[in-house]
């Protein structure tokens, strides 16, 4: 049986089945309640690579801070560093800093309307051009990550990858509303047909799925372990920071706690996890400093770019409030 539109009615189905579990059981994520499309831009830039729940209070904090492109335009990469310290992947908010100047100075302040003009910008790709494009401006086009990648694997009983999955998350997108169906999409692979023990019951595509409860786990990449050192001298209010070069391949510019030998009283030690990294940190009180670094009052901290362990570290030392 076709429609009159040509879609099987099947697909018709299917697509009000899971529009209509979005719609109840969507998650009520902060910038799924706007359309701006720089709003929407900033969300998937921090997204990339990063769990919701630690994006929810940067996001926040981000467009406080730098509430339209060109707030963002006019401030510095140190300012930006700043705000985004403690996210990860700084790579990022160099990017979408060097986009916003671009998109101000080249097009008035107007983020691109297409995906294909998106991905001419920045630090943005297929998936996120696919992303802010239909749901800023219903473009219709697909995304794929890796949780619609799952969903779609487990639906039709078969991997996919490439332009083979990319194709299929095409033919079934609801071209009439593209942005929700998209986060439908994600939101499904996210809350319900998980890696691990998905939640097949209250699946809204349980009746359609071919492989129900299916492992699809891809083997993770092995994981390193590393001890650092850092030492931290003090100087009542004050802590001695140091600056990574500016073409350091690794957060270059960030501040940091210098390097040490761990020898000396054990101010703290804690976890760090980075990709595939776990480090054991250490870090040590100090009296001597080299040359080369610079001393920070306590209450200028938060201003200062710093690299995920130096913010973890004087969070420990109670030199740093926040995240």
Known sequence: MKTSDGKTARVKEIRTALRRWYGLHGRDLP??????????WVSEIMLQQTRVVAVIDYYARFLERFPTVEAL?????EQVLATWSGLGYYR???????AARQIVD????????????????PGIGRYTAAAIASIAFAEPVAVVDGNVERVLERFDGRPRSGEQVWARAQELLDVRAPGDWNQAMMEL?????????????????????KLPGHDVRKKPPARTRRELAYGMARR???????????????????????????????????????????????????????????????????????TGIARKALRRAGMLKGS
């Open 106 to 121: 080249e097009r008035g302040g107007q983020l691109p309307a297409t995906s294909e003009s998106l991905r001419a910008l």
């Open 31 to 40: 910038w799924r309640r706007s359309r701006d499309p720089y709003a929407i």
């Open 189 to 209: 692979g996210a809350t319900l047909c998980t890696p691990m023990a998905p939640r097949c019951d209250a699946c809204p595509l349980k009746k359609w799925c």
């Open 236 to 306: 009542g209010e004050r802590v001695y920071l140091v600056q990574r070069a500016k073409d350091a391949s690794l957060m270059p510019s960030m501040w940091e706690l210098p390097a040490v030998k761990a020898v000396g009283k054990v101010a703290a030690t804690f976890q760090h996890a980075i990709t595939n990294t776990d480090y054991t940190i250490t870090v040590v009180e100090v009296k001597k400093v080299a040359k080369g670094g610079k001393w920070f009052k306590s209450d200028e901290l938060d201003g200062v770019p710093l």
């Open 73 to 77: 335009a006019r401030a510095t990469e």
């Open 92 to 98: 990022r908010a160099r990017a979408l800093h060097a």
